[in-house]
Each structure stands twice: as structure tokens, then as C-alpha cells.
Antibody, heavy 122, light 110 residues
Framework: QVSLRESGPALVKPTESLTLTCNFS??????????VSWVRQPPGKALEWLGR???????YFSPSLRSRLTFSKDTSANQVFLTLANMDPVDSGTYYC??????????????WGLGTTVTVSS | QSVVTQPPSASATPGQRVTISCSGS????????VYWYQQLPGMAPTLLIH???QRPSGVPDRFSGSKSGTSASLAISGLRSEDEANYYC???????????FGGGTKLTVL
């Protein structure tokens, strides 16, 4: 059974960096066509794609966040990490990681974590 | 303001059919696959439709997707109270090099 779970700090101060962990199970990020995306959602607002890490180590970033965003992964531990630098209150919201398996559902995000809520405040 | 536009709300009574539209441009919907997500209140999104009109395993056939030109639609037939949720369309945008989401449509089952 495929599952993902996000974890990280609930509260971050402005200008600090946020690091989130996505722990997943039921699939391997070394499988051809497999990816993990990050999506966030400010309170009461729409979804926003942040970026993606692929099975072949390719990374894709939303242009609006590229300068602040870093991804890393530990495939043996089934983990993907997101680091967002220079946090601002507008970065507050729920952060999700989600699987994409191109072979199965194209670039659709077919399994999502429950999300982790981050508040940026001093 | 999203580059992909959805009506902010829609409503229908149980058993009816409702359609949610998603309007974009040649750089996103016109040239790429459209995906639809359902987000129940307080929950994470789930994938309803991929590749314009394909249902992932487990999604009821009451949900269907279509695309024509630079617009796409999600139709829900035999509406149920549990379909009350926010619905988002999404596509890759070739000009922005970004995944774009619509602003979401809140569906109310009257």
C-alpha cells in the first residue's frame, strides 16, 4: 500500500529556513517513472505546486520559488526533503508531498500525504 | 490570479449532473494533459481524473473529464452529498515551466 507522510516544524520565524521530510512507503523512487512532488496550500486558498524530484535525480522547480527551494532525497530510507529558505508569513500553509507515477497516471499526483501545517511568525 | 480559471462555486441537488469548467490557454490546457483533484473538507486532495479523461483505479464512473481546445470540464453525474468538496484542475504550462492549478470550485450539494 502506497502512503506518504510529511513532517517538520509547525512554527518557523521569518527569514529562517524550513525543512520538511516526506517519508513514503509502498514504492521506490528508483523505479523508472516515479516522482515525488511538493504542493502547498495557504489557508482557504488554492493549491500551489512547488516542485518535483524524479527517479533519475532530475529536479523541477516552480519558477517563483526556484531561488529559495532545495530538494534532496535518501532513496534507501524512502525519504525526500524540501528546504525553503528565507521564510515569510505568506509561506504559511499546509505542505503536501505526493507521488507521481508516469506509467500509471501520467503526471497526476495519485497518492498524497496528509499534509503538515506550517506557520511563519515571529 | 491563476492562469487557469475555474468558477468559484457550483451547486446542484442530489441525483443531478453538474459540470465544472476549467479555462486556460494554448500554453497549458491547449497543449498538455489536464488533471482534476477532489479535496474534501479538511482533507488532502485526491486524484479524480488524469490525462484529460482517464479515471484512476477506484474512482467511480460518475466522474468524467473532457477537454476541448484550451478548456476542460469535469462532470459528476448522480450527485451525492459526499461529493461536496473543492475541485481543482491542473496542467503543465509550457510558457511558465510550471504546474498550474485553477483557483478551485467549491461544489455544494443542496
Amino acid at each position: 500500500q502506497v502512503s506518504l507522510r510529511e513532517s517538520g516544524p509547525a512554527l518557523v520565524k521569518p527569514t529562517e529556513s524550513l525543512t520538511l521530510t516526506c517519508n513514503f512507503s509502498g514504492f521506490s523512487l528508483t523505479t523508472r517513472g516515479m516522482s515525488v512532488s511538493w504542493v502547498r496550500q495557504p489557508p482557504g486558498k488554492a493549491l500551489e505546486w512547488l516542485g518535483r524530484v524524479d527517479w533519475d535525480d532530475e529536479e523541477y522547480f516552480s519558477p517563483s520559488l526556484r531561488s529559495r527551494l532545495t530538494f534532496s532525497k535518501d532513496t534507501s530510507a524512502n525519504q525526500v526533503f524540501l528546504t525553503l529558505a528565507n521564510m515569510d508569513p505568506v509561506d504559511s500553509g499546509t505542505y503536501y508531498c505526493a507521488r507521481q507515477f508516469i506509467t500509471l497516471v501520467g503526471y497526476g499526483m495519485d497518492v498524497w500525504g496528509l499534509g503538515t501545517t506550517v506557520t511563519v511568525s515571529s | 490570479q491563476s492562469v487557469v480559471t475555474q468558477p468559484p462555486s457550483a451547486s446542484a441537488t442530489p441525483g443531478q449532473r453538474v459540470t465544472i469548467s476549467c479555462s486556460g490557454s494554448s500554453s497549458n490546457i491547449g497543449d498538455n494533459y489536464v488533471y482534476w483533484y477532489q479535496q474534501l473538507p479538511g482533507m488532502a486532495p485526491t486524484l479524480l481524473i488524469h490525462s484529460n479523461s482517464q479515471r484512476p483505479s477506484g474512482v467511480p464512473d460518475r466522474f468524467s473529464g473532457s477537454k476541448s481546445g484550451t478548456s476542460a470540464s469535469l462532470a459528476i453525474s448522480g450527485l451525492r452529498s459526499e461529493d461536496e468538496a473543492n475541485y481543482y484542475c491542473s496542467a503543465w504550462d509550457d510558457s511558465l515551466n510550471d504546474v498550474v492549478f485553477g483557483g478551485g470550485t467549491k461544489l455544494t450539494v443542496l
